[in-house]
């Protein structure tokens, strides 16, 4: 099976602009999770998806949204950047409630 | 809330055996996972572990008591390659999953 896969890997956008972020998770997997991942705080948890529905959020303010669509595939908007959006944005697919498979990422530089 | 406590780095000599703690606090807990990050890569899935006991993977072995919210993660024959940072996360009510901040490890010839 392929595994989960990120579009763009690299990102650079500069403050106020916008970005949408897309994962596509391992095949039958309809549970897809966002993170974020900087050096000072680890990884954070955005959001999980579960048959298009958003079933958990972390503590991230409403410029972080997110959505699944009915091929279970995901997509990450973050709006009117900071500086302090900089960060690794992780995707992870599980079949159930156990195993997360991560996907390479996607690095966003905001200047 | 959850709140996931491991030390932040850990040295170790090629050949050997090191212990990784986590210990944590929680709502809720369904299980707790052991992620290896390297540098620059994404998280891979070591264990998971529900029930109290060691469970062993060749190499690598995790140990958890829920009672005490606890859990190590214990490497053998330490390889340069087992550099990397070790992630704790534990799930908690509605598979929410929280993680640690990771140990750093590096092994040393």
């Known amino acids: 099976k392929a595994g989960v896969t990120q579009t763009p890997r690299y990102l650079i956008k500069t403050r106020g602009q916008q970005v949408t972020l897309s994962c596509s998770p391992i095949?039958?997997?309809?549970?897809v999770s966002w993170y974020q991942q900087t050096p000072g705080q680890g990884l954070q948890f955005l959001f999980e998806y579960f048959s298009e529905t958003q079933r958990n959020k972390g503590n991230f303010p409403g410029r972080f949204s997110g959505r699944q669509f009915s091929n279970s595939r995901s997509e990450m908007n973050v709006s009117t950047l900071e500086l302090g959006d900089s960060a690794l944005y992780l995707c992870?697919?599980?079949?159930?409630?156990?195993?997360?498979?991560f996907g390479p990422g996607t690095r966003l530089t905001v200047l | 809330g959850q709140n996931i406590d491991q030390p932040t780095e850990m040295t170790a000599t090629e050949g050997a055996i090191v212990q990784i703690n986590c210990t944590y606090q929680?709502?809720?807990?369904?299980?707790l996972f052991w992620y290896q990050q390297h540098a620059g890569e994404a998280p891979t899935f070591l264990s998971y572990?529900?029930?109290?006991g060691l469970e062993e993977k060749g190499r690598f072995s995790s140990f958890l008591s829920r009672s005490k919210g606890y859990s190590y993660l214990l490497l053998k024959e330490l390889q340069m390659k087992d550099s990397a940072s070790y992630l704790c996360?534990?799930?908690?009510?509605?598979?929410?999953?929280?993680f640690g901040t990771g140990t750093k490890l590096q092994v040393i010839p």
């Open positions: 572990n529900v029930l109290d």
């Open positions: 996360a534990v799930t908690g009510g509605y598979q929410k999953v929280t």
């Open positions: 929680t709502s809720g807990f369904n299980g």
């Open positions: 992870a697919s599980s079949f159930r409630t156990d195993t997360q498979y």
């Open positions: 095949s039958g997997h309809r549970s």
